[in-house]
Nanobody, 126 residues
Framework: QLQLVESGGGLVQPGGFLRLSCAAS????????IAWFRQAPGKEREGLSC??????????YYSDSVEGRFTVSRDNGKNTVYLHMSGLKPEDTAVYYC?????????????????WGQGTQVTVSS
């Protein structure tokens, strides 16, 4: 059973940088496509980024809202996927989740993912 644990959230000033981690235990994470979502109060869960599994060459995808500011990467030795976030804005404030599935068809639809982490809070404020 795949278990995901996010970390790295916190309070950051506008324009700042954070790196979120999504770590797994028990199962090689590179077998899975990993996506990052976020959910702000009163809003729907939003897909941000996805990295495909290693068999499909770790292709990276980004939503328009984060393209050019966020970068997703893997470290297979640490069984971890990262979301590097720069140029943070107050509207990036949300709970951030990582999710995994072997072969999601619609990569930014939450119902395409089987495994989820518990979420980590990101607050962008001066």
């Amino acid at each position: 059973q795949l278990q995901l644990v996010e970390s790295g959230g916190g309070l950051v000033q506008p324009g700042g940088f954070l790196r979120l981690s999504c770590a797994a235990s028990g199962v090689p994470l590179d077998l899975y496509a990993i996506a990052w979502f976020r959910q702000a109060p009163g809003k729907e869960r939003e897909g941000l980024s996805c990295i495909s599994n290693s068999a499909t060459n770790n292709r990276r995808y980004y939503s328009d809202s984060v393209e050019g500011r966020f970068t997703v990467s893997r470290d297979n030795g640490k069984n971890t996927v990262y979301l590097h976030m720069s140029g943070l804005k107050p509207e990036d404030t949300a709970v951030y989740y990582c999710a995994a599935d072997l072969d999601p068809v619609y990569i930014f639809r939450p119902d395409n993912y089987t495994f989820w982490g518990q979420g980590t809070q990101v607050t962008v404020s001066s």
